[in-house]
């Protein structure tokens, strides 16, 4: 049987994390031939592994910070033919999945990955957030010539055979922008970007936008440099 594993990294997500995983078209996806794993990846000091488990999530806890770190724990306990991917905070349009597997199956696609531009939320962006974003999805279609419109988007469909080729070393927010320049530049594999609907977060942001743009931004340099 073909396996789907959902995977959410979160930390300090009390808010959130239940009505993430109950967005999760679990049915759906069961139908379409799927056994569905939800994998919550937790580094919170909060409730958020105790709610995500008592909503029907299996629950990996990794005390070593870093959305990257996260991502990198949580994709070795898939066990997913296909992995998806989002927040717990309730931005992303997880009632999507379905069709992005689908066209990932249609379409033999290796990686799907989403612009969060395409119907985005008033207000679900901070105006510094879109000014950083804009900057490093100019950078990195300059240094990579890819052409992305959102370099940072955190909803990515792809195929598990991929992580056998992507060399992902950052423990930080910048493996977002690493996996698709490991995809779609290194592996060159068969990738597109959809637009999807991207809402305003529940929950205290962790993203720390002075921290974290320049440290994503000097990554792609880094990147480009030595692979
Ligand atoms: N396990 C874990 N999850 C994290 C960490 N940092 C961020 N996250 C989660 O990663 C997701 C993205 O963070 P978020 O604050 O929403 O960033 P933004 O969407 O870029 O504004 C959220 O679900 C966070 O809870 C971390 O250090 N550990
Ligand atoms: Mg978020």
Known sequence: MKTISIVIPALNEEDGIVQTINAIPKLALESM?????ILVVDGSSDNTGHLAEKAGAEVVYEPRLGYGRAYKTGFAHAKGDIIATADADMTYPLEEIPNLVNMLEEESIDFLTTNRYGYMERGAMAPLH???NAVLTITTRLLFRLKLNDSQSGMWVFR?????KAILRSDSMSLSEELKIEACHFIRCRWKEVPIRYGTRIGKVKLRTWRDGFGNLLYLIKKRVRR
Do not use: E, H, I, S
């Open 33 to 37: 031939g799927y056994q569905v794993q």
């Open 130 to 132: 879109r000014l950083g």
């Open 160 to 164: 598990r055979a991929l992580l056998d």
